[in-house]
């Protein structure tokens, strides 16, 4: 009997959760591996809370089918190994049809991989730039799971190649991180950067998390360079840079996307950078971009819009949580599907933010196609999960990041068409 009246009872309470009026009770859980500590720190924290906040958005303006979509964040703690044991538990304990993640490419290529290529579950990551990402869905390694809300370093070499020879810096030594995005980027850069004319005196890499990276910057210093171009993050390169200018390099310096940091300036000082110069996944300002700007610092309790990964990390946040509400059901295939369908370029513009959002529910709900528009600008899959768009060209003065031009991605691969023959 009292078998009977519990199983009365799950089946009541079964009913009822099924009813409309409930249906904002439920929940659909998005894992989110970031790496909030280790060299790539500041990335995570800044890209973990821009998802949140784009979650919060959707969330407020109606959320998926009426359910909230919320976050299950691991810290990936900047290391693949601990990155796949996250993600792992995530896609086979936890069961979530899509991860968001990982921030380095070091992270996000051994998840895709081990993890969410086998099983099928979607992977979007807001910063990992390897050509080797493209690689692996050329080989059909990966089922068209994978996407990505910033431009491959196989063009970003190239347009910090030509940036460097622009700006009059012809002799660089270049210092990278050993793993797959610096090996992947110095490559890049050097193959342009020797055909455009320029003189590389060294290549030194390095590992994560050493307490000194003095030996390495005199390494570099061989062959009188003129400048450094250092391939990092924020807090390895603030060590390494230090070292530099303290062993007497010179005070110039050509850096990835990852240096533009406020963290990093501070780190080094601001005095020791009038002469650095940088490339970034560009943007194109929108709505969105606007948006951001004006209500991340408070969401995020401090960070900075302009912190590495924390802009395309809101768009992958905001185009996970559309392609959630446009699926039929939170499911990796429904979702895989609908990513596309929500950058729609026949699509409604739709921008960041609650009201903007509850536009976008409204259309999908009468089935008519929407295109986000994001911080970073107006995003395009193509076939493998990569994005084009321009290249952000900036320096460093005063303490402050500035940018002085763009090169569209159409002009980069012209670029390295021509420097292929």
């Known amino acids: 009997m009292r078998k009977l009246l519990l199983s009365s009872v799950l089946a ?20 989110v591996v970031m790496s909030l500590t280790g060299p790539a720190g500041v990335y995570g924290q800044a890209g973990a809370k821009a998802v949140d906040m ?18 299950n964040t691991r810290d990936a703690q900047s290391q693949g190994t601990v990155a796949v044991d996250q993600a792992s538990q995530l896609v086979n304990i ?66 910090a190649a030509k940036y460097a020879m622009d700006q009059g810096l012809k002799k ?6 050993n793993n797959d995005f610096g090996a992947n980027m ?39 360079p003129q400048a450094l171009y250092l391939i990092s993050y924020p807090v390895d390169g603030a060590t390494i840079a230090r070292a530099w200018i303290s062993h007497g390099g010179p005070q110039k310096f050509l850096l990835n996307d990852g240096m533009n940091s406020s963290d990093f300036i501070k780190a080094v000082g ?22 951001f700007y004006d209500n991340f610092t408070a969401f995020s309790g401090g960070i900075k819009p302009d912190a590495p990964a924390a ?9 996970v949580a559309l392609a959630i509400a446009k699926a039929d059901k ?30 976008a529910l409204k259309l999908i709900k009468e089935g008519k196609p929407i295109r986000y528009e994001g911080v970073i600008g107006p995003v395009d899959f193509d076939k493998y999960g990569d994005i084009t768009g321009p290249f952000r060209l900036w320096r460093i003065k005063d303490g402050a990041v500035t940018t002085v031009g763009t090169m569209s991605a159409d002009d980069v691969t012209k670029l390295k068409s021509g420097l292929s023959k």
């Open 12 to 31: 009541a309470s079964a009913g009822i959760g099924a009813l409309p009026s409930h249906a904002a009770d439920c929940d659909i859980t998005v894992g």
């Open 172 to 177: 660089l030594a270049i210092i990278y991180v």
């Open 54 to 71: 784009a979650f919060r958005d959707l969330n407020e303006a109606g959320g998926a089918h009426g359910c909230k979509i919320v976050s």
């Open 186 to 224: 110095m490559q890049e850069f050097k193959a342009a950067y020797e055909k455009l004319g320029g003189d590389i005196t060294s290549v030194t890499p390095y590992n994560e998390k050493q307490s000194s990276y003095n030996s390495e910057a005199d390494a570099a210093m061989k062959g009188d």
């Open 311 to 319: 802009d395309r990390s809101y768009d992958a946040g905001a185009i």
């Open 94 to 159: 936890k069961k979530v049809p899509v991860i968001i993640g990982g921030i380095i490419s070091s992270v996000s290529i051994p998840i895709l991989t081990s993890v969410t290529a086998p099983a099928g579950v979607v992977q979007v990551s807001p910063a990992s730039s390897s050509p080797t990402l493209t690689q692996l869905g050329r080989d059909g390694k990966t089922d068209g799971v994978f996407f990505r809300t910033i431009t491959s370093d196989a063009l970003q070499g190239t347009a």
């Open 330 to 359: 939170p499911t990796p295939a429904a979702i895989k599907a609908a990513i596309p369908e929500v950058v729609a370029q026949d699509g409604t513009p739709i921008y960041a933010g609650k009201a903007e959002f509850a536009k």
């Open 270 to 291: 601001a005095k020791y950078l009038n002469d650095a110069f940088g490339t970034s996944s560009g943007t194109a300002e929108t709505a969105s971009t606007k948006y």
